[in-house]
């Protein structure tokens, strides 16, 4: 009897447990970069297939005049929310050779990724692949 009223109190406090665990998903693309960020650009990330007539994700680019920096976020498209798929965001000053990235098999989200870059373009690329490889990206764009 004590040992049954043992087990269901460990079954109990092990439920509640799981439950109050977050996830690490829990913000959203448009909060990973912090309450200071702004979006100031939004792209689409295509496909060269031609069954691929939809884009596979976007790749967005947030500003912070408190920071100084940009930040950059890929997600993709609101059908493949919360299904791992392999994400990818890169970033850099223009005229830099080195990238910043953050890249991996996401539910959600890949970034956010940082890069101060005053007075300067920046450039990034976004990728994601969920069957079909969409990229996109450009170069020397969000000056100032």
Known sequence: ??????????????????????????????????????????????????????????????YSSSTGKNCGVVYPTSAHQGK???????????????WIGDGGDYNYYAGPVYVSAPGACIDALGMVEDGYDYRGGFYAKHCG
């Open 1 to 62: 009897m004590i040992l049954k009223r043992a087990s269901v109190a460990l079954a109990s406090f092990t439920l509640i447990t799981l439950a109050t665990i977050p996830t690490a998903d829990a913000a959203t693309p448009s909060t990973a970069c912090g309450s200071s960020y702004s979006r100031v650009g939004h792209y689409a990330i295509t496909s060269s297939f031609a069954q691929a007539t939809n884009p596979g994700g976007y790749l967005d680019i947030y």
């Open 84 to 98: 791992t798929s392999r994400l990818e965001v890169d970033i850099r000053k223009s005229g830099n050779s080195t």
